[in-house]
């Protein structure tokens, strides 16, 4: 049995940032992906033999996201962050919006729709697809893709199985769901 302090489920930009975070402070830290490859919603989209890279370049300005993105500069300096007072927006048909409502879609959490309609954006000078790549690129830690991890077992304890034989547990669980 393999014993992480951390285990990750979900691999995208917010649960690769809190693994790297994570790894930052000493802790020893698994990853667990459900599908082939890593990134979570900004992942690419296979066309055929080409794939088509996430272009959202922009992230709801608050504390928390600009304490996160700072901490990323520090190891990625390429990265460029500027502070963009937008107004509520969405990104639909590709393109930047003005955001007017959810219509009949219900939000479930109030963190959901906050992001909508916060005025402040940081805008990226990447994609937030390449960002996550280029997080991911960072840790050292163990990533478990979908055709690796064969049971995830919630009760009693927590623990993952690996390629049939290998049991991991952690003493403490992430769980995100993009």
Do not use: W
Not at 69 to 95: A, C
Not at 118 to 131: C, E, F, R, S
Request: contains cysteine.
């Amino acid at each position: 049995t393999l014993k992480f302090d951390a285990l990750i489920i979900g691999s995208g930009f917010d649960a690769l940032f809190t693994a790297f975070s994570l790894q930052s402070q000493g802790k020893n830290v698994a990853v667990i992906e459900k599908d082939d490859e890593v990134g979570g919603l900004y992942k690419s989209v296979k066309n055929g033999d080409t794939a088509i890279e996430s272009h959202v370049n922009f992230i709801p300005a608050n504390p928390i996201t600009q304490n996160m993105l700072m901490t990323i500069k520090n190891e990625i300096p390429e990265l460029e962050l500027d502070v963009l007072e937008l107004g509520p927006i969405t990104f639909h048909n590709g393109q930047v919006q003005p955001f007017v409502g959810f219509g009949e879609t219900e939000m479930q959490a109030v963190d959901e729709y906050m992001s909508f309609v916060a005025a402040d954006q940081i805008q990226l000078n990447m994609g937030i697809g390449q960002l996550t790549q280029k997080i991911r690129s960072l840790l050292t830690c163990q990533v478990l893709t979908h055709n690796e991890v064969t049971a995830l077992e919630i009760e009693p304890e927590v623990a993952v199985l690996v390629n049939g034989s290998q049991k991991i547990t952690a003493e403490t669980i992430y769980f995100f769901d993009n």
